[in-house]
């Protein structure tokens, strides 16, 4: 079977690793996010992939958008089944709760964790019409189960997201859709300069690896999990966070 698979967020940093994972192991990507990057133009120009890879801007949080893209990503997909969704948009800002502007904790929640609600339920709504069943895997976080000083709307996004996975992973199973999170430690991306070069070190010593996630650390459980090895595997929220929770 020819497998289509969605990545949310797949402009930049994890998303677009899984995305050139994704592509380089043969799979359809179709891939949203709210501005577009020189990583999407350098994927469109390279004759490998600019066939099996759609880009699209889509507001994740925003209903209407969410179901209008992966409608249109579908339509263009032709013989390339839906098979797959990254839940991996995603935006974080630091700052004390008691002085943390509302619109601020509203954004957060918004996108990483109702946008993941909106965009599974699409993807449901395609998938769920056919037998072959299928893949969700939600970008969750280490700070969903750990939290850190200063994140309580990140973190409690990312605990939803974890909640979200158990639940669906339930209501799906029959279905052969499993659904699993992800859940780095701290990467090397965008989102890791929000910590000062002070937390990083630390957060580095009290990692018994020594270092931080790579973005290709992320990529590697999630094609494992799209995978067939991956099929009995549900419900689950994997830790890529070089043991700094043991």
Request: overall charge neutral; hydrophobic content about 40%; glycine content about 10%.
């Amino acid at each position: 079977m020819k497998r289509h698979v969605i990545v949310t967020g797949g402009n930049r940093g994890i998303g677009a690793a899984i995305v050139e994972d994704l592509l380089a192991e043969g799979y359809r990507v179709s891939i949203c996010s709210r501005t577009r990057t020189e990583f999407v133009d350098s994927i469109e120009r390279n004759p490998e992939f600019s066939d099996r890879c759609y880009w699209a801007a889509c507001t994740v949080g925003e209903s209407e958008e969410i179901v209008a893209f992966v409608a249109e990503a579908v339509r263009r997909a032709g013989e390339y089944a839906l098979y797959g969704l990254i839940n991996n948009a995603g935006v974080a800002q630091a700052g004390i709760l008691a002085t943390f502007p509302d619109v601020e904790s509203e954004r957060i929640l918004r996108t990483n964790l109702l946008g993941a609600i909106q965009m599974a339920r699409a993807f449901c709504r395609h998938t769920l019409k056919g037998e072959s069943g299928g893949r969700i895997i939600n970008i969750s976080s280490i700070i969903g189960t750990r939290g850190y000083n200063g994140m309580a709307a990140y973190s409690a996004s990312k605990a939803g997201l974890d909640g979200l996975t158990r639940a669906l992973a339930r209501e799906l199973g029959r279905r052969k859709i499993t659904v699993n999170s992800v859940a780095p430690g701290y990467v090397e991306t965008e989102m890791s300069s929000i910590l000062t070069t002070e937390q990083l070190a630390q957060i580095v010593n009290r990692t018994p690896l020594g270092r931080l996630a790579t973005e290709r650390d992320v990529a590697a459980v999630v094609r494992f999990l799209l995978s067939d090895a991956g099929g009995f595997v549900t419900g689950q929220t994997i830790l890529v966070d070089g043991g700094i929770s043991c």
